[in-house]
């Protein structure tokens, strides 16, 4: 009985280390979607000159699955025009999308894309995305650091808190 | 629907572009004055008005803010500026339900031309409006020994050319027990014919007419004839030596024509060098005069060939 009481202690820390690795990950893929879903949008709206649903419909179905819900919220926002402005729809869909996990720089960077989309000509979107992608690939970069050099420090920590545990309690 | 819900409908669907409180202003408008109706006017810091025939009045006593004006343009293009530049350098947007917004303000220009506004000063929203069955009795005229003869519709600006561009095509494109509907392709520059929005005509312009619009007209009936085998091509202001060109190539390739253009009468035209070679050409067997008397628009056809 108690072996089994030590196994399941272990178990539960090692899942809580594996959960503090699933997050890293997570938080990489989700930066890589938003990045490959900007790129979609830029070349949306440069080249094809689509309206801002039409690009926030394309994005809800074809973009990375982990950051449809965005571009679901803000596509679902826009029946709102008149009652506020484009920029309130973006930012509350941003603010909603807590499944991203986003750090809050991160957040204001998206958050402030919003000031530029569908408001002004080609070129100035282009470079807002140009700068809000940048800023993304930058805490990508930064994500990376974190799961390579963590990843195995929070199996270890999982791991060895249970053994730990196990052994006081033992 | 009677013409007048019709038209009401119209308004109504114009309604929607204003911000909400604009909105309810605009709503308190009789029945009866939003069946005619023409526009809705914004200035910054005046109240939203309406242009009726009898003239233009206020509605509420709140004064239109920068704001709200920006809220309009936003609702206008669906919040995407960029994909009415085109039209925005133009100073107006064209929107659903067949409606136009024509804009001022302080402009900005890029390269010596004008690329868009920095601040926004008033805005008209004009109201679509469509005149079923002014071409009905004109009709029978114009399509005779089994085929449509091309023709050109000649009135000054306000005239109504455009309205009846709009209504010959329509019945031209759609069938009836005494005939086929034909293949109409619409050149339909300024977006004024059809209204085209997302793809859809806001107005009615019959079951089998193709739209090309916001192309400039000679390259614009080039691309049709190439592309859409049409039995006959529509466009609206001759204006140009190039549309000229491109209109008798066209009627070289034996597509028959409806074309508009602003003059009083045919001596008008054919004072001017450019129309007067076109007239001479044969291009068109028939024209149309738009004549308003007491009231109401009066047309007159009449052989088109030998110079008119």
Known sequence: ?170 | MTDMDMQVARYDTAVLLLPNVLRERARELTYRDRAVAEELRLRMGRPLSVLLPRGEMELGRENVTRRELELLVELATGASVHASQREIQNGYISCRGGCRVGLCGSVYLSEGRMAGYSVYSSAAIRIAREKRGVADGLLPELWREGRFHSTLIIAPPGGGKTTLLREIVRKLATSDPSRPGLRVALCDERGEIAALWEGRPQLDVGERTDILDACPKPKAVLTVLRSMNPQVIALDEITDPEDVAAVERARNCGVALLATVHAADVEDLTARPLYRDMLCGNVFENIVTIRLKNGRREYQVRDGRNGA
């Not at chain 1, 499944?99 to 919003?114: D, F, M």
């Open chain 1, 1 to 170: 009985m108690r072996l089994l009481g030590a196994g399941l202690v272990i178990l539960a820390t090692g899942s809580m280390g594996l959960l503090g690795v699933s997050a890293l990950r997570g938080r990489v893929k989700v930066l890589e979607a938003l990045i490959v879903s900007l790129q979609l949008m830029e070349s949306e709206i440069c080249t094809r000159m689509a309206t801002m649903r039409e690009v926030l419909d394309m994005l809800s179905r074809e973009a990375p699955a982990s950051v449809r819900g965005l571009y679901r919220r803000a596509s679902g926002g826009l029946a709102a025009l008149g009652r506020c402005s484009f920029y309130t729809i973006w930012r509350m869909a941003v603010e909603k999308s807590r499944e991203l996990r986003l750090r809050p720089g991160e957040i204001e960077t998206l958050t402030s894309l919003g000031l530029s989309l569908g408001r002004y000509d080609v070129n100035e979107q282009a470079e807002a995305i140009g700068r809000t992608r940048k800023r993304l690939e930058a805490a990508l970069r930064q994500a990376e650091t974190e799961r390579d050099r963590d990843w195995k420090l929070h199996a270890f920590f999982g791991l060895a808190s249970g053994i730990f545990a196990v052994i006081i309690l033992l």
